[in-house]
């Protein structure tokens, strides 16, 4: 066996571990530290939040007696509050019985309804906080294109006519006019495919009329984790210029190319940075979801167009910036939901749903693409550990958040017999799920 080329894979591995255990405990900790500050606002006490499960390496205790620590299976976090058995939050009958009604008051058990209800559902609340202020800083960072259409930087293209210039403001494409960019997408969208378009453009205050490329070349802006592009090493910026011998000048004639596939594996001639490279893969069967929740089946190979051009950008408003990050992280929920929904019903494929190993290998993908993708993952993946916690499960936030439901309509709380009975079903269906989920992972193409 020759160990030296298993070193990639091994350093491969490694990366896509760090990056699963990173993105985890930013988002593990994120979830409990909700639980926890809304516990203590409760006037419930926490004797100790973890960061992973075993034996300790690092803890100290702070001033309100909580001991704060990172165990070694960082695959996971808890809180443990004052009168609770386990990191499950399950009751100490005999230490909860001897305790007086002021230490009672708090303990998780002992706190009023409210205090309960406010600390479990707190955990899945800030997971989607995150995702919020994740999205909107990014989009506060990276900042809005302006309207009207105006050059900020051109990408690098194999030799061809490109006329335009940093500052230029579009007018007209093929001689329509585009006011703006929705204006200017609608115009795009019916051009004939040619290697060059006019462009009526202002620039330092004149019109000028030229010629340049088409908006949309078939150049790679992005790329989705994990997929048919990412694993044969294409990557951002690449210019696709031939597909089976055949050239293409837009980028729709690698989608069309790629749609009429049906799965055939094809030769991709791509230039990089000067360099002629050639690429063969296989489109894979997706099941996309639309803006309207509902889910269409193409055939793709994981990767984006954009424009020749980087447009000019400016700052958006905080108000803007926060209502974009509420709009992307409730289209996820919605996204989950449906595709779930669709999943069970058998409208589209079951491997849809992927387990930790899955998502150990999209994290990995997520972070090769550099900070801003793993960031954008890390908010991504926040929100789906938030919806899922709030499903009615026992064992789950949302089954707690159901206990106390049955509780605030009868008077009183399940009877201890019955939460064994109903955290077992849950811890069942839990574990049934994850093995589900791993032998998609294993599995599914």
Not at 23 to 48: D, K, P, Q
Not at 327 to 345: C, E, R
Not at 371 to 395: C, E, K, Q, R
Request: proline share 6%.
């Amino acid at each position: 066996m020759d160990f030296a080329s298993l070193i990639p894979e091994f350093g491969g591995l490694l990366w896509t571990i760090a990056a699963f255990v990173v993105a985890l405990s930013v988002i593990v900790f994120v979830h409990e530290y909700g639980h926890y500050i809304v516990g203590r606002w409760s006037g419930i006490r926490a004797e100790v939040f973890s960061i992973g499960f075993g034996p300790v390496l690092l803890k100290r205790t702070d001033k309100h007696g909580t001991q704060w620590q990172v165990a070694a299976l960082p695959f996971g976090g808890y809180v443990k509050f004052l009168g609770d058995a386990s990191a499950a939050s399950d009751k100490a009958s005999d230490e909860f019985e001897e305790m007086d009604p002021e230490t009672r008051r708090h303990t998780m058990h002992g706190a009023p309804l409210w205090a309960r209800a406010a600390t479990v559902a707190a955990g899945p609340v800030f997971n989607f906080i995150l995702s919020i202020l994740v999205f909107s800083a990014m989009i506060l960072w990276e900042g809005t294109a302006k309207e009207p259409v105006e050059v900020g930087a051109l990408k690098p293209m194999p030799a061809q006519v490109q006329a335009l210039q940093p500052g230029d403001r579009i007018l007209s494409v093929g001689g329509q006019a585009a006011e703006d960019y929705v204006g200017f997408f609608e115009v795009v969208r019916g051009l004939d495919v040619s290697e060059t378009v006019s462009y009526e453009i202002e620039r330092a205050g004149r019109q000028v009329s030229l010629d340049g490329p088409f908006p949309f070349p078939p150049m790679v802006d992005g790329l989705q984790p994990g997929s048919a592009a990412m694993d044969v090493g294409i990557e951002v910026g690449d210019v696709i210029t031939a597909i089976d011998g055949t050239q293409i000048t837009a980028f729709k004639q690698l989608q069309e190319t790629v749609a009429a596939s049906e799965g055939r594996a094809m030769k991709l001639n791509v230039w990089r940075d000067g360099e002629a490279l050639e690429f063969v893969l296989a489109p894979r069967r997706v099941d996309v979801p639309n803006a309207d929740g509902s889910f269409e089946t193409r055939w793709l190979i994981g990767m984006t167009g954009g424009l020749f051009f980087t447009p000019a950008t400016e700052s958006p408003g905080v108000l803007e910036a926060v209502n974009y990050g509420v709009d992307q992280t409730w289209f996820i929920v919605k996204s989950s939901l449906s595709g779930l929904w669709h999943m069970v019903t058998g409208a589209i494929s079951s491997c849809n749903l992927r387990g930790p190993i899955g998502i150990a290998e999209t994290s990995g993908a997520a972070a090769s693409q550099g900070a801003s993708s793993f960031i954008w993952f890390i908010a991504v993946l926040s929100t789906a550990v938030g919806l899922l916690n709030l499903f009615p499960i026992p064992v789950l936030d949302g089954g707690h958040l159901a206990f106390h439901v049955y509780e605030a309509i009868t008077g009183r709380p399940p009877s201890d017999n019955a939460l064994r009975i109903l955290m077992g079903i849950g811890l069942t269906l839990m574990l049934s799920l994850m093995v589900f989920a791993v032998t998609n992972d294993l599995f599914c193409p």
